[in-house]
């Protein structure tokens, strides 16, 4: 069973650009980079550098120090409810923890093809737009606007 606890990682360029992935269980639905925690006492910033590597291949061990920040944000939102049988049984909310992720300008991308089909580069405006969640369009837009 999943922990509603979970982490949104916004992936940049020093250009702007930011990294988003298309869902494979879900077609046009682009999203950043988000997983659960694997255990309760797991760090906030070892389960981004983990979603990360896991859904990007993006390995930020080969970063510069300090190139994940967390973003000192959270949300709470409603599970989707076809989502919800993965939680334990009357757990609707989920509290979600937002980081920022500076890689190369060269940065490749391997997506984990069971869980995403697809990945673009967009213009951070155009990016928190192209999000099916408000949520993670508002978190690009927040990583910008500081």
């Given at each position: 069973?999943?922990?509603?606890?979970?982490?949104l990682v916004v992936i940049y360029k020093s250009t702007g650009d930011v990294l988003l992935i298309e869902r494979a269980d879900?077609?046009?639905f682009w999203q950043s980079v988000t997983g659960s925690l694997d255990a309760p006492d797991e760090d906030l910033a070892t389960a981004a550098a983990?979603?990360?590597?896991?859904?990007?291949?993006?390995?930020?061990?080969?970063?510069?120090?300090?190139?994940?920040?967390?973003?000192?944000?959270q949300i709470?939102?409603?599970i989707y409810?076809?989502?919800?049988?993965?939680?334990?049984?009357?757990?609707?909310?989920?509290?979600e923890h937002w980081f920022s992720l500076e890689v190369p300008d060269n940065t490749s991308v391997t997506l984990a093809p069971r869980e995403h089909v697809a990945?673009?580069?967009?213009?951070?405006?155009q990016a928190a737009k192209q999000c099916f969640s408000r949520s993670n369009g508002e978190a690009i837009l927040h990583l910008f606007s500081a």
């Open positions: 069973m999943k922990i509603p606890i979970s982490v879900r077609s046009g983990r979603e990360v590597l896991e859904e990007t291949g993006i390995d930020i061990t080969s970063l510069p120090e300090g190139a994940l920040q967390n973003m000192h944000h709470e939102y409603e409810p076809q989502w919800r049988y993965r939680y334990p049984p009357g757990i609707t909310q989920n509290t990945y673009q580069w967009l213009p951070f405006e």
